[in-house]
Nanobody, 123 residues
């Protein structure tokens, strides 16, 4: 059974920092692409940052230079370091895992989501 458990959310003032963690079980991080997404009230879920199994990273333009995604394969955990937080960063943050495998010789992918953690940035 795959589980992604986020932690580290909370209430912080604008300009502050938070570090989110996502502990994975049932999958192997070293063979998975991982990411953070967020969803603000009344808005669609959006990509924040991703990291491939080759450690290539990608960020939404709105967080470039402020957020950093990283992974610790030994701990089966990914992180999102969030600096210089802004009120518009307020959202529920979700951990995402894409697990790749082959079935019948064809590439396949399973996608998993965590339950989310609330981040609130006050002005």
């Amino acid at each position: 059974q795959v589980q992604l458990v986020e932690s580290g959310g909370g209430l912080v003032q604008a300009g502050g920092t938070l570090r989110l963690s996502c502990a994975a079980s049932g999958i192997t991080l070293s063979t998975s692409a991982m990411g953070w997404f967020r969803q603000a009230p009344g808005k669609q879920r959006e990509l924040v940052a991703t990291i491939t199994n080759g450690d290539s990273t990608n960020y939404a333009d709105s967080v470039k230079g402020r957020f950093t995604i990283s992974r610790d394969n030994a701990k089966n955990t990914i992180y999102l370091q969030m600096n210089s937080l802004k009120p518009e960063d307020t959202a529920v943050y979700y951990c995402n895992a894409d697990v790749f495998y082959r079935l019948g010789g064809l590439p396949r992918k399973n996608t998993y989501w965590g339950q989310g953690t609330q981040v609130t940035v006050s002005s």
